[in-house]
């Protein structure tokens, strides 16, 4: 190792203090965010004057939000089924297929990553008016569908290609059709691949808010636009609290994904 | 009577590269049958034309007298153990070999007895309930052999299995592989680089150079009399010296070395050396060595002596172009005398030599 961090000196303490101080610039909204959501005033006061669970009591009992979660977390279910299958065909495709302008293609289903997710939004908005998908289901399945794909083919093909294909040759020999031996063997042995594919089409629907907001209707909101629609018409806790259980569910996942890949190094 | 399994013509053209060229081959039932060629000549993709997985551009495979080709892989009933290891590696060893059998719809009792018995055929009684991953290379590749026996498949496909091991596991599981095979009965298809293991486990040798067999025979056959100096120099050690061709008759040839020296009477192969030139091939061990200047046919004088365990080789300086490899049993008489710089002089069987064309030259390997 070029650079050995014991061996540092006075160095090592800089760079630790940059590292907390980054972690600290990083997460203090955050935490910021669910300081306040445990506190008692109405106003948002930092620090808080004392702490109290009400918020979350009123975010529970009010039917509005709790329908907006249950639309978040059924879309980004959608969402993710999709994902994973259709990422899981076209990684085949892409891995395991000899054609002309497959790299190109493997670029294309990128481009939703840099896409400005705002012309993305607008294209889909004008294009759903006329084939009125706006404001339903299919079209917020659509829109993060779009988004989300890119994440589940990164993984997929990534594992795909750190698969050696002579073991599911293996099982074709043995007697399994090519169906077969992909079911049984090669989707078992990338499994971890299927799983972040998974977990990261979930999140990428789960906390979307562009284009959700040109999606949704009065009657179909997302958790992130009832927040959004919330906060312009007034700056209640209730919002801190909706923020923070939403963190949370996606601070969870992440944790989940991270556990299962070092579960699997081990 | 058809044979048993017959490969005629086959050819397989990816893009501008020819991988193989014109493979015919006939394999009796029950015979171990080594493809042995250097890297690139075209063994595997014979091996995977026969498994199914590659389509030939040309040619046909029969078994028992009948095309394979339009059977898909799965359907084929063919065993293969390949270079990697192709274990399945969510699954326990038991449940690997169990896995054709389960395809196959067979009853769980008889699954669990044919487990059973597979296991003992390569003494792995016991690891049923291992993972791969717990286990080392060469008992994957056992376990794996015995996930490719388990259904008595009539012809087993094995692409290097043992190169990924060290030489002492090698030589064992060769020993292994010989046993089970003498045990099954079944025709293997079994595919190297290195002769040493050819030799050891084949009943009959096709060496494979540029997508074509140059010759097909035991290895004795091809260390005796190798029909091309590309298995010449495949299979032995070799030295080889350029001669003008005097005369041909028949299958024999009359040769005049760079020394003026004349030798009648070397096969040929019935090559007709248009060219007038031809190249000869000493073996070695077949040449005997005297000391002092004499009346032999290669005078010359000893250029570097390297003792290599149970033989010594001896480099002999002569009026030829390169210098002559000796290989002399240890304790062989001239050996007691021998220093760099004495005369010696060469001496060896006409009809152990061979002629080859010259322009058959060998490809780096
Ligand atoms: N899928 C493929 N596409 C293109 N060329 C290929 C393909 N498979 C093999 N080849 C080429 O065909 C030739 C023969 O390859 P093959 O794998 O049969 O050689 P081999 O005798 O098995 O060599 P090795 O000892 O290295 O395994 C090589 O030149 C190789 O590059
Ligand atoms: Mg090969």
Redesign the interface.
């Known amino acids: 190792m070029l650079l050995n961090f014991n061996s540092l000196g006075i160095w090592k303490w800089a760079l630790l203090t940059i590292t907390v101080l980054t972690a600290a610039f990083l997460l203090m909204p955050i935490l910021f965010i669910a300081a306040l959501s445990f506190g008692s005033s109405q106003w948002l006061i930092f620090p808080p004057p004392s702490w109290t669970l009400k918020w979350y009591g009123a975010l529970l009992s009010d039917p509005r939000w709790l329908e907006a979660a249950w639309t978040s977390f059924r879309i980004a279910l959608i969402v993710t089924f999709f994902s994973v299958l259709i990422g899981l065909v076209a990684s085949f495709g892409l891995v395991r297929g000899r054609f002309m302008g497959r790299s190109t293609l493997r670029a294309l289903f990128m481009t939703p990553m840099i896409l400005p997710v705002v012309v993305l939004a607008v294209a889909l908005y004008a294009f759903f008016l006329r084939i009125g998908l706006n404001g339903t289901t299919t079209g917020f399945v659509i829109a993060h569908l779009i988004v989300a794909l890119p994440f589940s083919i990164l993984a997929l093909t990534g594992a795909l290609e750190g698969f050696d294909k002579s073991i599911e040759d293996a099982a074709v020999l043995c007697g399994a059709s090519p169906l077969r031996a992909k079911l049984q063997i090669t989707l078992p042995c990338i499994s971890h691949g299927l799983f972040s594919a998974a977990i990261f089409s979930f999140l990428t629907s789960w906390d979307e808010v562009v284009l959700a907001i040109f999606m949704a209707s009065p009657t179909l909101q997302t958790l992130p636009v009832k927040i959004w629609a919330t906060l312009r018409q007034d700056l209640t806790p209730v919002i801190a609290a909706a923020s923070t259980l939403l963190i949370i569910v996606t601070v969870l996942l992440m944790l989940i994904a991270a556990a299962v890949k070092k579960g699997l190094k081990a | 009577m058809t044979p048993f399994l017959q490969i005629t013509g086959i050819a397989k053209q990816y893009g501008p590269v020819m991988a193989v060229k014109d493979v015919n081959l006939t394999v009796d039932h029950g015979e171990f049958m080594t493809f042995l060629g250097p890297s690139g000549s075209g063994k595997s993709t014979t091996l995977y034309i026969l498994?199914g997985?590659e389509q030939p551009t040309r040619g046909d495979i029969l078994l028992n007298g009948k095309t394979i080709l339009d059977t898909p892989?799965?359907?084929?009933?063919?065993?293969?153990v390949?270079?990697?290891y192709?274990?399945?590696?969510?699954l326990s060893v038991g449940e690997n070999i169990a896995?054709?059998l389960k395809?196959?719809g067979w009853s769980k009792a008889a699954i669990t007895e044919r487990v059973r018995q597979m296991l003992s055929l390569v003494r792995l009684e016991g690891f049923e309930d291992r993972k791969p991953v717990a286990m080392s290379g060469g008992q994957q590749q056992r376990v794996?052999l015995a996930?490719?026996l388990a259904?008595d498949p009539p012809v087993l496909l094995m692409d290097e299995p043992l190169s990924a091991l060290d030489k002492k596991l090698r030589e064992e599981i060769q020993h292994e592989i010989r046993r089970i095979h003498q045990q099954t009965e079944v025709t293997i298809l079994y595919v190297t680089h290195d002769q040493e293991e050819a030799l050891r486990l084949s009943d009959r040798i096709a060496v494979f150079s540029k997508g074509v067999i140059d010759q097909i025979g035991t290895g004795q056959q091809l260390y005796n009399d190798p029909s091309t100096r590309f298995v010449a120099e495949f299979i032995g050690d070799s030295n080889f010296i350029d001669t003008d061709v005097v005369s041909v008759n028949g299958r024999f040839a009359r040769l005049a070395l760079a020394n003026g020296a004349v030798i009648d009477g070397v096969p040929t192969h019935g090559t007709d050396f248009r060219q007038g030139r031809a190249s000869l091939l000493l073996r070695p061990e077949r040449i005997d060595l005297r000391l002092g200047k004499s009346e032999g046919v290669l005078p010359g004088a000893v250029r570097e002596i390297t003792f290599l365990g149970n033989h010594v080789q001896v480099s002999v300086d002569t009026q030829l172009a390169a210098p002559v490899d000796v290989r002399l049993p240890f304790g062989h008489a001239a050996l007691g005398g021998l220093a760099p710089g004495l005369d010696v002089s060469l001496d060896f069987k006409i009809a152990e030599t061979h002629a080859f064309q010259l322009e058959d030259r060998v490809p780096a390997s």
């Open positions: 498994a997985f892989s799965h359907k084929r009933n063919i065993g293969m390949f270079q990697r192709t274990l399945f590696p969510h896995f054709p395809v196959r794996a996930r490719a259904y």
